[in-house]
């Protein structure tokens, strides 16, 4: 998904003596760009899941067989924002990351939330339309990771800027816990209500954390395998019960909408260590060359998740037919869009990763999708 990996790199900066291994950019990751499509595949199973109706008096907000999925699910927001601060070219100095949200991300935010905002209005029983739903993506409420990754990026690079990492580190952990954290737990604490202006941006507010982690992480070694699966799932395991504490202890019924739970945080950093572990393998390398379909495949998703939930008639295992379907249908959307040169280019699709390095392997395939497209009749 990420506009990350478009967001990122002009060229592959070498380690240098005395050179900040955090300053470098790295270089292109196949286990990476698999796991970025997988968690586009996962954001279309969460909004599906999301369909399912709510037993009455249900805690979780969903059916309590859908939580351990949902949870395992909640790792892909989190992981393409990690992703996006990984690769972001911070050394470009703050006015070069204002310019570049402004030219590349925003327009592609503002495309969007048109096209959205023509869909919600022809959706039966609209809500009604607010000033700060422009924040949250207007209808398409999947589309509020782009405005929220513009603050998290202009936030990372202005406190390297006046500060460096310190100054980084205790601004996003204070945004982080004014924002979502607190909503999980303004009860636990004692305070009676969370200010419905800080609810309506709670989300955006963790964007700088995570951001920041993915930019920490840069110049790390990768962990290995067996290492990464473990932590994996110990951290999946302290996801499962914090939501169990919020839903059951503090009785907090809104924890549902949960991406950025405190536990999180380390769970999303978990799997993007795993994705980064598991370079190298050759069906991760097959699979890592379909990751620049991700961005595409999540913008329009959405239209094709509403337009199902309204077609598809009852039957079993309705959910996994409206997966299968959206996902069909938002891959194949991805393909002609990215044959468009002017979407291709910021949608960091083949030809349109004009900053990007990428392994050879991938390189040629990159090379075949655009042969395989360009030699068909436009």
Known sequence: MTVGDELTV??????????????????????IDAFRFLMAMGVIAGHVLSLLPNPAGQPWGMPAWAVPIDAVLRSAVPFFFIVSGYFFRYDRGFAQTVRYVCLRILPIYGLWLLVYLAFGFLRPNPVPFRLLMLAEGGYGYHLWFLPALAFGLITVSA???????????????????LGPILFDYHAALGIRDYSSHFSDVKRQLAAPAFVFIGYALRGTPSARLDASIVLCLASLGTVLGERYFLAFVVENSAVWNAESIAST????TSVFMLARSLNGYPAIARLG???FLSLPVYLCHLAYVWLFQRIAPAMPARTVVIFVL???CSIVTAVILVRIPLIR??????????????????????QRWRKRWDSNPR
């Open 345 to 366: 280019a910021i949608a960091a699709a083949p030809g349109g990763r004009r900053d990007a390095k990428l392994s050879d392997s991938n390189q040629l395939r990159i």
């Open 159 to 177: 406190c390297l800027t006046a500060g460096g990492r310190r100054l980084a580190a205790i601004v996003v952990v204070l945004l982080a816990l």
């Open 326 to 328: 959206v996902a069909i």
């Open 265 to 268: 945080f380390l769970f999303g």
């Open 289 to 291: 060359s379909w990751g």
């Open 10 to 31: 002009s060229s592959i900066q070498q380690p240098t003596a005395g050179s900040d291994q955090a300053s470098v950019v790295p270089a292109r990751d196949a286990g």
